[in-house]
Nanobody
Framework: QVQLQESGPGLVKPWQTLSLTCIVS??????????WTWIRQSSGKGLEYMGA???????EYDPSLKSRTTISRDTSKNQFMLQLASVSPEDAGMYYC??????????WGQGTQVTVSS
């Protein structure tokens, strides 16, 4: 069974960098055909795609967040990471890591709540 678990600090100060890790079990992040994805839901807003890293290690980003976002991976630990720079209160919300295929978002982590406050 594929399982994803987000981890990281729940509180980040404005202008700092948010760093989250997604620990994957039951599947390899190098398996062909899957994209390891970060999605967030800010307060009062819908789900927002942030970006993903493919099985080859190539990352892609939503254009609106591309300048502040880095997605990377550690294949030895079977995990992938998100860094979001220069956060503001608008970046607060639930952050999810997801395994996606070409057609759907298949498996979701339970999500981690992020608060941005000084």
């Amino acid at each position: 069974q594929v399982q994803l678990q987000e981890s990281g600090p729940g509180l980040v100060k404005p202008w700092q960098t948010l760093s989250l890790t997604c620990i994957v079990s039951g599947a390899s992040i190098t398996s062909k055909g899957y994209y390891w994805t970060w999605i967030r839901q800010s307060s009062g807003k819908g789900l927002e795609y942030m970006g993903a890293i493919g099985y080859s290690g190539r990352a892609e980003y939503d254009p609106s967040l591309k300048s502040r976002t880095t997605i990377s991976r550690d294949t030895s630990k079977n995990q992938f990471m998100l860094q979001l720079a220069s956060v503001s209160p608008e970046d607060a919300g639930m952050y999810y890591c997801v395994r996606a295929s070409a057609s759907e978002f298949e498996y979701w982590g339970q999500g981690t709540q992020v608060t941005v406050s000084s």
